[in-house]
């Protein structure tokens, strides 16, 4: 599976609604590679949320909703791992989703699924604090 940063045609990239950097030069993947646009969704608790009860909703009741949005290809939650090497970072949480193009995500959130899902994020996030974007990602080392 190829992301974004590894498309190596410009047609590649324009069919599935990616705009390029110009003058940035791609590194071939193999054929059978295929681009999947990624959003990533950098996720910070309300302040009256403990950690685990973040954790916990986000595993038990956020996860199944989004598994159920439409043209959703691969989803991941990550969430920070005690390291006595390191503070904290300032997140509670990364999230990871896969679509097809840019028009499948669009067309997902407009679902009755992608709505649900969209309006349950306030229940537990911070919205002030919590950022999201289509990323162009980039594999360096496969």
């Known amino acids: 599976m190829a992301y974004a940063g590894d498309l190596k045609s410009p047609d590649a990239q324009a069919s599935c609604g990616f705009?390029?950097?110009?003058?940035?030069?791609?590194?071939?993947?193999?054929?059978?590679?295929?681009?999947?646009?990624?959003?990533?969704?950098?996720a910070r608790r309300k302040p009256d949320w403990s950690h685990e009860k973040f954790r916990d909703y986000f595993v038990r009741v956020h996860g199944p909703m989004a598994q159920k949005i439409p043209g959703l290809r691969r989803y991941k939650q990550n969430f920070p791992a005690p390291?006595?090497?390191r503070e904290p970072p300032d997140w509670d949480g990364v999230i990871e989703l896969y679509f097809d193009s840019k028009a499948t995500m669009e067309a997902a959130w407009e679902t009755p699924e992608g709505r649900a899902a969209t309006a349950d994020v306030e229940v537990f996030a911070d919205l002030s604090r919590?950022?999201?974007?289509?990323?162009?990602?980039i594999t360096v080392i496969a």
């Open 19 to 42: 705009d390029p950097h110009p003058g940035y030069q791609r590194i071939p993947q193999l054929p059978e590679a295929r681009f999947m646009l990624k959003f990533v969704v950098v």
């Open 83 to 85: 390291d006595p090497n």
């Open 130 to 137: 919590t950022s999201w974007s289509v990323v162009d990602e």
